[in-house]
C-alpha cells in the first residue's frame, strides 16, 4: 500500500483550523454582535472540544506512522497507534453526538408555535443521544478487559420569498449538510476495504499473539471521519453568522431594508400611534393608496430596531427569511417571535391603528383562496376522500400503491436476507423464528401506540411519513447490526422495521379502503395488494440471484448494506415527496355522516353487543389467525418440500417463490371475482379452500403435498384485504380507532409459527399443518358470522353508489328528489333510482 500519511495530515488538519475559526467566529458574532448566548451554542463548543481529541488522536497515530505501508511501520510506535486508534474510535460517537445535538437545539430556539416540526424535533434528539451513548459505550467496552482492545501484553476476551443572494447563501448551507453524508459514505468504503484488507493480507504480529489490523485503507477512513466531524461543526456555526455578514460584507446578504413592498403578504404599520381610536373611514383594503400623514399607514418600515413587536412582525410576515426569523428571537429572547400567535394573523392581513393597539380584533384581507399554514409550507386544504368517485381517486390510489410495492419489496429482501443470516451466524430454528417474531412484534407495538394517534391528530399524510420514516431507521439500524454480526442487534432492526411497518399499515390499507365509492373498497385493496405481492415476488428472486448470492460468509454482508441503505435513501425521499403532494382525507364529520346512512341496518345489536362492534372484534380475531397461518405455511414451506419431496426437480426455493407466484395470481383472481360476487361469499370461500387443502397436505406425502401446499396459497391470497375493507364499513368515527386495531391483529405472525415448528419437530411437518387447519378454522367464524346472521350482512354487503357527494351536487340530488319522495316512492323509470329504497334518494 501506498504512504498516505500526507494526505491524512494535510486534510485533518485543514478541517480542523476551519472548524475552529468557524467556533471563534461564532462566539464572537454572538458575544459582541447579538449579546445573546443560547444553549445550542454551548453544545457546539463541547462538540468542538470532544472533535479536536477526536482529530488529535488521528494526528498522533499519523505521526507514529499510521498510514505507511504496514512493514515500514517501526515496531516500537505500533503500540501508540492502537491507543491512538482505539480512543479515536471511542470520541468519534461523542462528537457526532454533541453537534447534532446543537443542531437540534438550535432548531428549536426559531420553531416555537410550529407543534409538529417542534415534536419530530425531540424525537430526533432523543433517538440521537441514546444511539450515540449506545454506540460509545458498545466502543469502549469493545473488549473485556478494557485494556485489551490497546495493550499487547493482554487477550482480547419548502417554497421562501427571499432575495437571489441569500438563495444562493441557504442552498450553500444546506449543500454543505449534503457534503456531510457524501463524506460519511467515502468513509465508510475506506472502513470496507481496510476490514476486506486487514482479513486477507494485512494482519501483522505485533507483540506476542496478539493481532493488530493496521492499513493505507484505514488511515484513509479515519481522515475522512475528522472531515465529517469537522464539516458538521462548521455547519452548526454558518447559521448563527449572518450578523456577522451583515456587518462585515453587506452586499453579499443583500439589503435587508429591501422587501417585496408589492407583496400580499406584506404588513402596514403606523409610523406613529392614533391618539385615539380611528372611525370606520380609517380602515383600507390592500387596494386602497395610502392615507395622508396625519394618522395614516404607510408601507415605509420602522428603523426602531428596539420595538419587539415590530421585530416580530418583520421577522413572521414582513419577510421568509428563515435566519432574519431566528436574528430576531435572538435579539429579543424573552419574547416568542411567531406573530401569529400573537396576534392570530393570517396572510393577507391588514393591520389598523385600533388592531395595533389591542383596541379591535385584527381582521384577516378577504382571498379567494383557502389556505392553511403546514410548518413552513403553504398548501391547499385535502379534498375529503369520501367524496371522490372512481376517476378522482385514481391518482392518490397510484401514490399509495407505490408505497405498497416498496414495502412488498423490502419484505423479499428481508426474508432472503434473514436465511443468510442463519447461515453465518449459525442459528438453530429457534432463534430463526425469534429474529422473524420481531418482525411482528413491531405490529403489536406501533399501531395503537403511534398510529391511531397521528392518524386522528394528522391525518393520513403524516402518519404515511412517519411510518416510512421509522421504517427507514430499522433498515439503517441493519448497518450496525452487520457490522457487529449480534443476533439482539438484528432482532431489534426487524423490531424497528416492523414498528414502522405497523404504523404504515394503519395508514395504508384503511386510506385504500376509505378512498372512493365504498362498494369497490374490497377490489381496491385486494388490487393494490396484488401489486405488493408482485414486489414480493420480485426481490426473492433479485436477492438470490443478483445482490445477495455472495453472501455465505461474514465480510459479504457489505453488499446486503448498501442494498438496504439504499433503501433507507429512497423511503425517505418517498416520505419527502408524499409532504407536498396533494393527498385527500377523511374527516370525522364525514365518516360519520357516510355511517349515519346505513343507520337503520347496523342499529340492531348481536347478542347484546352493536353490529358494527360484533363486525369488528369478529375481524380483528380473523385477521389475527389469518396471519398466523399465513406466516405459518411462508415459515414451513421448504421444509415441507424437502421433507416430503426429497428429489424434487427444482430447489425448495424455487417452489417458495413458486408459491408467492401463485399467491399474487390470487389476489388479481380474488379482485376479479369480487366484481360478480358479495365480498362475504367470497371471504367464505378463501377460507373454505385453505381448510380443504390444508387437510389435504397433512394427509398426503410426495408432490401431491407440495400441490395442496400451493393451493393453500391460492386460496388464502385474499382474505386479508377483505376482512380489513369489510370490518371498516359504517364505523363513522371510530373508522381511525378501528384501523390501528386491525393492524395489530397483524402481529398474529409472531407467535403460532412457533408452536407450528414444535409440533414438527417431534411429529414431522406434515403433522405439524393440524396448527395451519386450527388457526384458519378459528379464522374462518368471522365468514360464517357475515353469511348467516341477518344485520351483518345488512351491515356489510356494499351499496352501489352509496358515497359522499360534493355540496353542489348534493343539493341537486335532493332536489331532483324531492318530488318522488312526495308521490309516496321512487318509480322505477326515474333516472338513477336503479329500484333502490325511498329512504335515501341521495344516494342512487
Not at 477512513?221 to 456577522?244: D, F, G, Q, R
Not at 332536489?815 to 329504497?837: C, D, F, I, Y
Request: glycine letters at 6%; hydrophobic letters at 45%; proline letters at 5%.
Amino acid at each position: 500500500m501506498g504512504n498516505a500519511r500526507v494526505a491524512v495530515l494535510a486534510v485533518s488538519i485543514t478541517f480542523l483550523v476551519v472548524a475552529s475559526i468557524c467556533i471563534i467566529l461564532r462566539f464572537y458574532t454572538r458575544i459582541a454582535i447579538v449579546k445573546n448566548i443560547g444553549h445550542h451554542d454551548y453544545w457546539c463548543l463541547v462538540a468542538w472540544i470532544v472533535d479536536f481529541g477526536f482529530s488529535f488522536s488521528l494526528l498522533y497515530a499519523t505521526s507514529q506512522g499510521l498510514g505507511l505501508p504496514s512493514e515500514a511501520i517501526d515496531s516500537q510506535h505500533r503500540g501508540n497507534i492502537v491507543r491512538a486508534t482505539y480512543a479515536f474510535i471511542v470520541l468519534h460517537n461523542p462528537a457526532l453526538m454533541t453537534v447534532k445535538t446543537s443542531f437540534l437545539i438550535f432548531y428549536l430556539s426559531f420553531s416555537k408555535g410550529q407543534r409538529l416540526f417542534r415534536l419530530a424535533t425531540y424525537v430526533t434528539l432523543f433517538v440521537v443521544n441514546v444511539a450515540g451513548l449506545v454506540l460509545t459505550l458498545l466502543n469502549i467496552f469493545q473488549c473485556r478487559p478494557v485494556a485489551a482492545a490497546f495493550r499487547s501484553d493482554l487477550r482480547s476476551t419548502a417554497k421562501m420569498n427571499l432575495p437571489r443572494s441569500q438563495k444562493i447563501i441557504l442552498t450553500v448551507l444546506f449543500g454543505c449538510g449534503i457534503f456531510v453524508t457524501i463524506i460519511d459514505v467515502i468513509r465508510i468504503i475506506y472502513l470496507q476495504r481496510a476490514v476486506t484488507d486487514s482479513e486477507e493480507t494485512f494482519q501483522l504480529q505485533i507483540d506476542s499473539d496478539t493481532l493488530v489490523e493496521i492499513s493505507s485503507n484505514a488511515a484513509l477512513s479515519m481522515m475522512w471521519s475528522v472531515a465529517e466531524v469537522n464539516m458538521a461543526v462548521i455547519c452548526t456555526c454558518i447559521p448563527l453568522l449572518k450578523p456577522l455578514v451583515v456587518r462585515v460584507l453587506p452586499m453579499i446578504i443583500g439589503d435587508i431594508n429591501k422587501k417585496h413592498e408589492t407583496s400580499t403578504h406584506s404588513m402596514q404599520f403606523l409610523e406613529e400611534p392614533f391618539p385615539s381610536l380611528p372611525s370606520p373611514s380609517d380602515f383600507f383594503s390592500s387596494n386602497r393608496r395610502s392615507a395622508s400623514s396625519n394618522g395614516t399607514f404607510r408601507q415605509k418600515r420602522s428603523t426602531n430596531d428596539n420595538d419587539a413587536r415590530f421585530q416580530a412582525q418583520r421577522a413572521f410576515h414582513g419577510s421568509t427569511d428563515m435566519l432574519e426569523h431566528v436574528l430576531s428571537s435572538e435579539l429579543h429572547p424573552g419574547r416568542s417571535t411567531p406573530l401569529k400567535e400573537d396576534l392570530q394573523l393570517r396572510p393577507n392581513t391588514i393591520i389598523t391603528g385600533a388592531e395595533l393597539s389591542g383596541a379591535l380584533p385584527v381582521q384577516p384581507f378577504p382571498s379567494n383562496t383557502n389556505h392553511d399554514f403546514v410548518d413552513f409550507v403553504q398548501v391547499n386544504k385535502p379534498k375529503s376522500m369520501l367524496k371522490l368517485n372512481n376517476r378522482e381517486s385514481l391518482f392518490p390510489l397510484v401514490i399509495v400503491t407505490i408505497i405498497f410495492f416498496v414495502w412488498g419489496f423490502s419484505y423479499g429482501l428481508l426474508g432472503s436476507l434473514g436465511d443468510q443470516i442463519q447461515t453465518i451466524l449459525e442459528l438453530n430454528s429457534w432463534q430463526f423464528l425469534g429474529n422473524h417474531a420481531a418482525y411482528f412484534g413491531g405490529y403489536l407495538l406501533s399501531p395503537l401506540l403511534i398510529g391511531r394517534w397521528v392518524l386522528k391528530k394528522w391525518g393520513f399524510k403524516f402518519t404515511f411519513i412517519t411510518g416510512l420514516c421509522l421504517y427507514a431507521c430499522g433498515t439503517l439500524v441493519f448497518w450496525p447490526s452487520a457490522v457487529l454480526l449480534s443476533y439482539p442487534a438484528f432482532v431489534v432492526s426487524n423490531l424497528v422495521i416492523g414498528i414502522g411497518l405497523g404504523v404504515l399499515e394503519t395508514a395504508s390499507d384503511s386510506f385504500v379502503t376509505l378512498c372512493g365509492p365504498p362498494e369497490n373498497a374490497e377490489i381496491r385493496l385486494t388490487f393494490v395488494q396484488s401489486i405488493q405481492a408482485v414486489a414480493s415476488v420480485v426481490s426473492p428472486l433479485l436477492a438470490q440471484k443478483v445482490l445477495f448470492r455472495s453472501v455465505t460468509r461474514a465480510t459479504a454482508l457489505v453488499d446486503p448494506q448498501w442494498t438496504y441503505l439504499s433503501i433507507a435513501f429512497f423511503v425517505l425521499i418517498l416520505a419527502v415527496v408524499l409532504y407536498y403532494l396533494p393527498l385527500p382525507e377523511a374527516p370525522d364529520e364525514d365518516l360519520e355522516e357516510l355511517a349515519k346512512r346505513d343507520q337503520d341496518d347496523y342499529s340492531t345489536k348481536v347478542l347484546g353487543v352493536p353490529v358494527i362492534w360484533m363486525t369488528l372484534l369478529l375481524g380483528v380475531s380473523s385477521l389475527f389467525f389469518y396471519t398466523a397461518g399465513q406466516e405459518i405455511l411462508s415459515t414451513s414451506f421448504e421444509t415441507l418440500v424437502s421433507t416430503t419431496f426429497p428429489t424434487p426437480t427444482i430447489t425448495p426455493f424455487d417452489y417458495l417463490t413458486i408459491g408467492h407466484s401463485v399467491f399474487t395470481a390470487g389476489r388479481f383472481l380474488t379482485a376479479l371475482t369480487v366484481w360478480f360476487l358479495k365480498p362475504r361469499w367470497v371471504l367464505m370461500i378463501g377460507y373454505l379452500g385453505a381448510i380443504v387443502f390444508s387437510v389435504l397436505c397433512m394427509n398426503t406425502t410426495g408432490s401431491t403435498a407440495v400441490i395442496m401446499g400451493l393451493m393453500i396459497y391460492v386460496f388464502e391470497s385474499g382474505i386479508f384485504s377483505i376482512i380489513f375493507a369489510i370490518s371498516l364499513r359504517c364505523m363513522g368515527r371510530h373508522t381511525k380507532t378501528a384501523a390501528p386495531l386491525l393492524a395489530t391483529a397483524v402481529g398474529g405472525g409472531a407467535f403460532l409459527p412457533f408452536a407450528q415448528y414444535g409440533v414438527s419437530v417431534s411429529h414431522r411437518v406434515p403433522y405439524s399443518y393440524c396448527v395451519l387447519l386450527a388457526v384458519f378454522c378459528a379464522g374462518a367464524i368471522f365468514p360464517l358470522y357475515l353469511n348467516f346472521v341477518p344485520a351483518a350482512r345488512r351491515q356489510v354487503d356494499p351499496v352501489p353508489s352509496r358515497f359522499l357527494r360534493h355540496r353542489r351536487a348534493l343539493s341537486a340530488a335532493l332536489h331532483r328528489a324531492k318530488p318522488a319522495s312526495a308521490s309516496g316512492g321512487v318509480g322505477p323509470g326515474s333516472p338513477g333510482t336503479h329500484g333502490k329504497s325511498q329512504k335515501d334518494p341521495v344516494d342512487s
